[in-house]
C-alpha cells in the first residue's frame, strides 16, 4: 500500500515535466524511503535518475515496495488538473492495476480524484556507482540553461572544456561557431548565483545538445545545477530537490571516432 | 531455415529495441541467406525476379545499418556441414515420396477401373455377339480416308439404328458418375450442326480447297490467277494460316527437327516471310491492291510522311522523305518481288522435296532444271531483310552522288556505310543476341573478318593479272564433268554469284555461249552481271515463273550494251545494289562481320574497277559459305538441299576459273572457321550455361517453405517501401542541394567497372554474386569474413570472443550455437528490433543451449528432421514432462518395445496423450533418437576462432556510385538520392564525434517485469515446470 502527500502539487508536476520529454514510460519504484526512478531514453545516451526523498512528502507510508509503471504523457494531464497549490495524494494498492492521483483544494471543500492505469514497462537497471569525477561545478541552473539554449542554434554538439580557471563552452556549426566562458564566481549575497569550479584534471568532453536540451526542462526544480564530469565517462548532471532527493541526468558523451 | 517454429516459442522473449540505440554497436551480420531471400523475394512491379536483386538488397540494408550508426560485420555461409546437407535432401526426398506415393495410388485407381471396365465389357460382348455380326457394312467416322479427294461422296450419316450397348440400354447400369456407356459406334442426325458434315471435314483438311491441293498449287501461276477469285482467297488463307510458326508441329516433333534452336529460328523467319508473301497475295485477291498509294503525314514533320506504297504486287509501309519518296517504291519494289519468289518456291519444295541427300551428291541433270529455279528464287529470298536497307542507302546516294566522281561517291558509301553501321548495329545485334551472341564477340568477330579481307584483297591484286587471262582460257576448255570434282570440295561453298548465273542459265538456255561471250568481254561482264541481278526481278515480275530464255537473254544484251555505255560511276552506283543483295545472307546467318568488310572495299577498291567486282564475287563466296551454312542448318527442312548443291557444281564450271579458286577457297576457309568459332564459343556458353543452372539448383537448397516464402516476400516489400520512407526522410534532412557535389563517376571509371565484373563472370553464379556484394561492402568500407562453415555459428564465435555486440539474423540456428543478443526483424518497418537474449529466453521460457538443441531435435532445424507430429507447445510439454530426451526416448522404449502393462492412472496426460499418438502411428522415435552427433555439431561447430579486431573504414562515394551505376544502370542521381546524405551525415557524425551510450559505461541488469510474459497456457505450464526442474538441479 503507497501512500504518499505532497504539500504543493507543483513539485510532482514540475518533476514529471521535465522528465516526460526524454522519457515516454518509466517505472516509479516505491520503497520505503521514498520514490525512484530510472528511466532511459530511446536512443540510450541519457540517462535519468529520480529520487523524491520521503521528506519532500508531508505525509508518506509505503509498506512494501511498489512498482508503478507509469505512461508519463497521461500522468502530465492528469496531474495538470490540479491546481498548483492543491494538496496532491498518490495512493495504490500493493500489486495495482492503477495508481490513483487525488487533488484537495487546501481552502475550499474540493476533491478530485484521477486514477491512472498502469502500464507492464520492461525495463533494465543500470548500476550506477559512485564515481570519481574530474571536474565538479556548480552553477546557476538558469545561466546553464540559457547557454545551452543560445548554442544549440549554432550547432548539434556542445563542447565543454574545463580548465583550471574556466569553463569553455563551445559548439560549432556549418552556419557559426559561438562560445561562452565562465570563470569561477563567488556571490556573498546570493550563493546560488556563484560559479564554482573544482578541478583536479582538465577535461574536454562534447556531448549532443539535443540531450542537453532534454535536461534543462529540469531547471525549474532547481536554482543550481551541479555538473560533474570525468573524461570518457558520462556526464552528472544534477538538480538538487530542495525539499530531499534529486533528479540526475546521465549524458553519454560523443566521441570523436578516430580516438 | 533455423529451427522449425522455435521463433513461436521465443517470441515473447524479445525485448523491443530502438534502432538509435544500436548506434556504435558492433553486429555480426549473417549474410548467408540475405542472397537467396533477396533471389527469391524481390521482384519488380510485374513480380519478374531482377537480375540484379542482391545487389539492391544488400545496398538498401547497408544504408539502413550505416545510418544507424551500426558497425556491421558481415558474416558469409563457407560451406554447408554434411548433417546440414544430409537432412535438406532427406526433406526433399519425403516431399518428392509424397507425390510418388499420390501418382502410385491414382495409377492402382486407375488399373482396378481399368480392370472393373474389361469384365463389364467381356460380360457385355457376350450378350451383343450376335446382334453386331449384322453390322458389317457401316462405315464409321474414323475409318473413312481423310485424304478422300472426292467430295459430296457418300455420306457416313446414317439414320439406320445401329445396334449398340446403348440400344440395349437396360444392361447399362452406372459404375460411379463419370462412368459412360461404351460406344462401339455413334450416329448422329444429318441436321445436327455440333457435327461436321464430310465435305467441310475435308475441307477442314487444308489440303484441299475445290479439290487442289494447296501443296502443289503454285500462287504465282497463270492458272492460279484463273481460279475464281473465292478460290483464290481460300487457298491463300489456308496457305497463309498453314505458315504459322510452328506448322502444326507439337514442341517435341519440332525439336527433332531442328536439334539447333539457331535453325528453328531461321526456320521461324522463313514462315514469317511466307506469311508475309501470302498475306500481300490475299490482300492482293481481296481487292485491296485497286486503290492507289496512301500517304500520311506525320504531324510536324514536314518533310516526312508514312506512305503506304503499292508496289507491284505487293504493299509496303514506309516512312519516308520527301525527296526519296520517288526512289524507294523502286528498291522497294524489287524487295516485293523477291519475297513473292521466294517463298513461292519455297512452297514448291515440299512436294519437290524427296529424300535430303548430302549436299555434295552428285545428282543427274535432269532435275537440275527445276531445281534451279527453285533454288535461286530460295536464296534470294534469303536476301530480302537487308537488301532491303542496303537497296535504299545506296539508291539514296545514288541520288545524292549521281553527277559526282566516282571517288567520291566511293566515299559517299562509305561515310554512308559507316553511318549506317550505327543504325544497323543495333539491330542486328538484337537479333543476334537472341540468338546467343554477345556483342562483344561480333564486334571481335567483324574484326576478325576484316582483317581476313585485308589479305585476301592483297593476295588478289597479285593475281588478278593472271586470273585474266587464264580464265580466259580455262573456261572454255573446261568441262562440266570436270569441275564436279573440283568443286565437291567446297560444294556448297558455292556463291550467290553463281546464282544470278544460274538465272541467266536458265533463262538463257545457250547459257555456255552467253557466259563465254561475257568473259569475253571480260571487264564489262562484271558490270553486266550486276546488271542481270538488277533487272532479274523485273523479267520475273513480269512472267511467270518458267521465264522466257530470249527475251532474257535479249535483255542481257541490252544491259551489257548500256553497260558498256555506262559511265564508269553509274556501274559503281548500280553494283552497290546487287552489293546490297549478298547482305540478307549475313543477316541470316553469321552476320555483321560481312557488313563491314564492304567499307574495306570500298575504300581499298577506287579505281580498280575489274578488282572491285573481282571482290564483290569473291564476297559473294564468302556470303555464300555463310548462306550455305544457314542452309546446312535448315538441311532437315529443306531436302532438296543436295540436289541444289550439286546443281551448283553444274554452274560453277562455267565461271570459275583455276585461279579463281585460290582466293575463294582462302576466303571460304577463313570465313568458315568465323561460324565454327562461334558454334563452338556457343557450345562453351550453354554448357557454362548448363553448369550455372546446375550449381544454382544446388545452392538453392535453402528451403523456404511456403509460408516462410511468402512472409519473406512480404516483409521485403515492407522493407522497400520502408526504403523509401528513408530515402525521403534523409533527403528531407539534408535539403542541401545534391548539385552541390561536383565530383561525378567518368566513363573511365564506368569501363573499370566492366573491367573487373567480366573478370568476376569468369565464376559461376552466385560466387559471382557473393563477390558482387563482397566488393560492394569493401566499397563501404566495411569488414566482411566468409566463415569456414555456416555463418551462423561464426557470428555466435564472434559474440563468444568479443568481437562484437550482437547478431543480426532471422535465423533461428543462432541460438543453437550458442549465439548471444540476436537482433531479428532488424529490417522490417518498426522502429524497434527484437532482440533476444540468451538469459532472457532462460529465464522467461527456461531455455538454454542444450535445451533449445533438444528442441531443435523434436521439431526439426538444419541438422535434423526432426520427430513429426510433434509442435512447439508439444515439444516443450515433452521436455518439462521428461526433463532430457534420453529420458523422452527411455520412456518410449519402455513403452512400445516392452510388454510391461502399466497402470494407466500413473501416468500423466501428457503421457496418455504421447501413448495415444504412439499407438495410432503418429509419434515415432528413431532408434537413434536423440542424435549426439547433433549436439556437438552445434555445440562444436566449425568456426573461426580468430581474435584480431575489425576496422570499419569509409565508405567510398565515388566507387560505389560507379559500382551501383555500372551494376544496376542507375542514373547518378539515384543513386546519390540516398548515399550522399548518408555519407555526409556519417561525416558529419565523425566530425562532431558519435554519440555514445549510456549502456557502454554502467553495466546493465534486466529488471524482469513483475508480470508474467504472455505465453499459452500449455506453454507456460511447461516453463514452470522448466524452471523448477533447473531449480532443484535436475
Redesign the interface.
Known sequence: MLEGKFDESTLLKKIVDSVKDCVKLC?FNCTEHGITVQA?D??????VSLLVGQTAFSEYRCDRDV?LGIDLESFSKIIKCGNNEDYLTLLAED?PDSVMTIFEDKKKERVSEYSLKLM?????????DDMEYDTVINMPSSEFAKIVRDLKNL???LNIIVTKDSVKFTSEGEVGTGSVVLKPYTDMDKPEESVNVHLDNPVDL?F?LKYLNDIIKATSLSSTITIKLADK??ALFEYKLDVGGYLRF?L??????DE | MGVNSLWDILGPTA??V?L??L?RKKLAVDASIWIYQFLKAVRDAEGNSLPQSHIVGFFRRICKLLYFGILPIFVFDGGAPALKRDTINQRRQRRQGNSDSTRQSAQKLLAIHVQREAERARAAAKKKQVSLEDDDDVIYLEDLPISHPSHGSQPIVKDSTPTSSIAQGDTFKKADEYHLPDLTEFRVSKDDNRIMPEEEYLEADFDHVDGIDINTVDPKSKEFLLLPTATQYMILSHLRLRSRLRMGYRKEQLEELFPNSMEFSKFQIQQVQKRNFYTQKLMNVAGMGDEGNATRRIAGDKDRKYALVRNEDGWTLALQGEQSTSENPVTLDDEGEEIERGPANHRKERPLGTTGGPADMPIPKVDVEVIKDEDDSESDFEEVPLENRQGVGSSKSGEEDDDEFQKALIQSIYVQYENRPTEEQPIEIKTVTSDGFDKDELKRAVEFSKQDLFKLQEEEEKLKLKEEVSRKEEKRTMEKGDSIQTFADFSLGRSIFDEPLKIEDKEAPVNAKKSDLDFGSSFLFRAEETNTIDYKPKKTESQPDNAFPTTDAADALEIEKLADEKEETEEEGEKSKPKGQNLPVWFNSDIPQKLNPHNVQFISNENEYSSTSRKYQEDEEAGLISWSEARNYLEDDESQDGQSGSEYEDDDDVQVTGAAVVPSEASEEEIDSVPVEDEREDESRKEKESEREKRKADLMDYDFEEEEEEELVEQLRTEEADHEQFRNNIKKSHDLALAAINTSVTEEQLLQEQMQKSKRDSDEVTQNMITDVQELLKRFGIPYITAPMEAEAQCAELVKIGLVDGIITDDSDCFLFGGDRVYKNMFNQKQYVECYILDDIEAKVALNQDRLIELALLLGSDYTEGIKGIGPVLAMEILAEFGTLKEFKRWFDENTKTTIVKNKADMTPLQKNLLTRIKNGKLFLPDSFPDSVIFSAYKLPEVDHDRSEFKWGVPSLDQIRSFLMYNLRWTQSKVDEVLVPLIRDMNR??A????????????????Q???EIKLGKRMKTATTMLNKRKKTGK
Open positions: 517505472n532511459v530511446d536512443s540510450r545516451v541519457l540517462l512498482t500489486s507492464n514497462i520492461d525495463s533494465e537497471f543500470l548500476k550506477i550547432s548539434e554538439s562534447t549532443g565517462t558520462p546521465y553519454a558523451p560523443k566521441f570523436d571516432e | 525485448r523491443p530502438r538509435e540505440a548506434s557524425k565523425r562532431e564525434g558519435t554519440q555514445s551510450t549510456i549502456g557502454e559505461f554502467f553495466p546493465q541488469e534486466y529488471i517485469s513483475r508480470k
